[in-house]
């Protein structure tokens, strides 16, 4: 099946500083890029549609402002956490959708940020 | 307000039986529904997925059953082996699986030896 990776798989920031977690597909061009956030013994909640080469479609209640997406190629979205603070400590997986209209998304493997 | 609920936290099953995992919507837009498998700390594993045209789809152990009349598809896992231990989500999406999914909370299957 098709691989996406992520890095780094986990973080420890202080309070205020800024992370970027980068996802990419390795086998496949990605068009369509999603990230997804996970808390403790919750489900995964989509946070933002990230498409190459446009600005990503953030979801209600996500600031686009603290959480910046670019995806500047086929292959390549980054998510980056502006200053930071505990309660951004979480689960962050992306996903990635085929150019042939896969159905399927596949995930990459998560980045655990913790911010002190 | 929860448009994909997984009722079940966890259910235990004995290996060789079968495990059935339960999930249900409430988005009349969605048209695709996907089971992905899940171990902590690590990204979601699709596992198989069905269109809203259709009301089963087998692949190996695993068949999905949707009843669109009812809101409720469910996974059927036969036989249940111990490496089928873990959490498993049920998504939906209303772009035909290529938009961003609806997460339920997940059901932590056991299976016992």
């Known amino acids: 099946g098709a691989v996406v990776s992520q890095h780094p798989s986990w973080v420890i920031c202080k309070s205020g500083t800024s992370v970027k977690i980068e996802c990419r597909s390795l086998d496949f061009q990605a068009t369509t890029m999603f990230w997804y956030r996970q808390f403790p013994k919750q489900s995964l909640m989509l946070m933002a549609t990230s498409n190459e080469g446009s600005k990503a479609t953030y979801e209600q209640g996500v600031e686009k402002d603290k959480f910046l997406i670019n995806h500047a190629s086929l292959t390549l979205s980054t998510l980056t956490v502006t200053s930071a603070h505990p309660e951004d400590s979480s689960f962050y997986i992306c996903?990635?959708?085929?150019?042939?209209?896969?159905?399927?998304?596949?995930f990459g493997p998560g980045t655990r940020l913790t911010v002190l | 307000d929860q448009q994909v609920k997984q009722n079940s936290p966890s259910l235990s099953v004995q290996e060789g039986r079968i495990s059935i995992l339960n999930c249900d919507y409430t988005n009349s837009m969605f048209d695709y529904f996907l089971w992905y498998k899940k171990y902590p700390a690590e990204g979601p594993t699709f596992l198989i997925s069905i269109s809203s045209i259709k009301d089963k789809n087998e692949d190996g152990r695993f068949t999905v059953f949707l009843n669109k009349s009812a809101k409720h598809l469910s996974l059927h896992i036969v036989p249940s082996q111990p490496g089928d231990s873990a959490v498993y989500f049920c998504a939906a999406s209303g772009g035909g699986g290529a938009d961003g999914l609806t997460f339920g909370k997940g059901t932590h299957l056991i299976i016992q030896p």
């Open positions: 996903s990635a959708v085929g150019r042939r209209g896969v159905n399927e998304q596949f």
